[in-house]
């Protein structure tokens, strides 16, 4: 069974690249990687969403190695107010079920 | 102004009561999710819908139930079964149920007293 693991939680610096990688075991080959930003009390907002190698859109990147099993979104040039946590999502298909995999999500701080 | 929405933002209820929190979405999306979040965890699936009257179970549909009646409406009970029903609850919806994005509403945090 699938199943994405994160790390709790990142710092940085305002300016600094942030890297999130999310490792996603016996994902299968039809699967696609998304990820999405959380402010507290608040629903999740997307961020960007691949199926292999790079994927780059005008707020983050995407990185899938060839066997992907994992992927990190890389954040250049953090802000304040990118302080948030973020999740990896996972799509898998089995038999004649959907199989939603959400990551335990990455609290990242961003400090002055 | 296209969107998804929930309500209400807040909601108490009393143990032992079913409640029915609301989700509407303009966004002709034909795939809509529900989600529980308990504090300072992740999103767990509670049911998700890929078209108008068909819906499954997610990972966690016990003490819940849901409809599909119409394409932009995904109501979800909380039933008196579910043993720990206070939660932050999303809903969500795709334009198809696989390798889309998936919008979010605002959520509803209930509350059982």
């Known amino acids: 069974l699938a199943k994405t693991t994160q790390p709790i939680s990142m710092d940085s610096y305002e300016g600094q690249e942030v890297n999130i990688t999310c490792s996603h075991n016996n994902i299968a080959t039809n699967d696609y990687i998304t990820w999405y930003q959380q402010f507290p009390s608040q629903g999740p907002r997307f961020i960007i969403q691949?199926?292999?190698t790079k994927v780059t859109n005008e707020v983050a990147s995407l990185f899938i190695p060839a066997d992907r099993k994992s992927s990190t979104l890389s954040l250049p040039r953090v802000s304040l107010s990118d302080t948030a946590v973020y999740y990896c999502?996972?799509?898998?298909?089995?038999?004649?079920?959907?199989?939603?995999?959400f990551g335990s999500g990455t609290r990242l701080l961003v400090r002055p | 102004d296209g969107g998804i929405t929930q309500s209400p933002k807040y909601l108490f209820r009393k143990e032992g009561q079913n409640v029915t929190l609301s989700c509407e979405q303009n966004?002709?999306?034909?795939?809509m999710y529900w989600y529980r979040q308990d504090p300072g965890q992740g999103l767990r699936l509670i049911y998700y819908?890929?078209?108008?009257?068909?819906?499954q179970k997610g990972d966690i549909a016990e003490g819940y139930s849901v409809s599909r009646e119409k394409k932009e409406s995904f109501p979800l009970t909380v039933t008196s079964a579910q043993k720990n029903p206070t939660a932050f609850y999303l809903c969500?919806?795709?334009?198809?149920?696989?390798?889309?994005?998936?919008?979010f509403g605002p959520g509803t945090r209930l509350t059982v007293l």
């Open positions: 969500a919806s795709s334009i198809r149920l696989e390798g889309n994005e998936q919008f």
């Open positions: 691949g199926y292999k």
């Open positions: 819908s890929q078209i108008v009257n068909d819906f």
């Open positions: 966004l002709n999306h034909d795939a």
């Open positions: 999502l996972v799509g898998l298909r089995m038999d004649s079920s959907y199989k939603l995999i």
